[in-house]
Nanobody
Framework: QVQLVESGGGLVQAGGSLRLSCAAS????????MGWFRQAPGKERDFVAA????????TYSGSAKGRFTISRDNAKNTMYLQMNSLKPEDTAVYYC???????????WGQGTQVTVSS
């Protein structure tokens, strides 16, 4: 079992930056691939970025590529999402997820709200 807690969300102006964190507990963090998803009001939950257990492999959605950077610190049991050049369409609840491999996720956090004003 893995417990995931997101933080770092908030209100930011378009063009600004935020760094989200996902703190994991309850199991061996480095055993899990991790990812970020987001869900805007009235829309489905969409993939944003993922990272392998070692951090060597990362992948991004088209909208995140070039603006967002996913990373992890296995010593701190924490994953991050650095978001730059934010746009109003990035407004959503951002969820942290973990699983045995990229694209296979078993655990989810409660989410953190990101609001980008124009």
């Amino acid at each position: 079992q893995v417990q995931l807690v997101e933080s770092g969300g908030g209100l930011v102006q378009a063009g600004g930056s935020l760094r989200l964190s996902c703190a994991a507990s309850g199991s061996t963090f480095r055993n899990y691939a991790m990812g970020w998803f987001r869900q805007a009001p009235g829309k489905e939950r969409d993939f944003v970025a993922a990272i392998s257990w070692s951090g060597v492999y990362t992948t991004y959605s088209g909208s995140a590529k070039g603006r967002f950077t996913i990373s992890r610190d296995n010593a701190k049991n924490t994953m991050y999402l650095q978001m730059n050049s934010l746009k109003p369409e990035d407004t959503a609840v951002y969820y942290c997820t973990a699983g045995p491999r990229v694209a296979q996720y078993d655990y989810w956090g409660q989410g953190t709200q990101v609001t980008v004003s124009s």
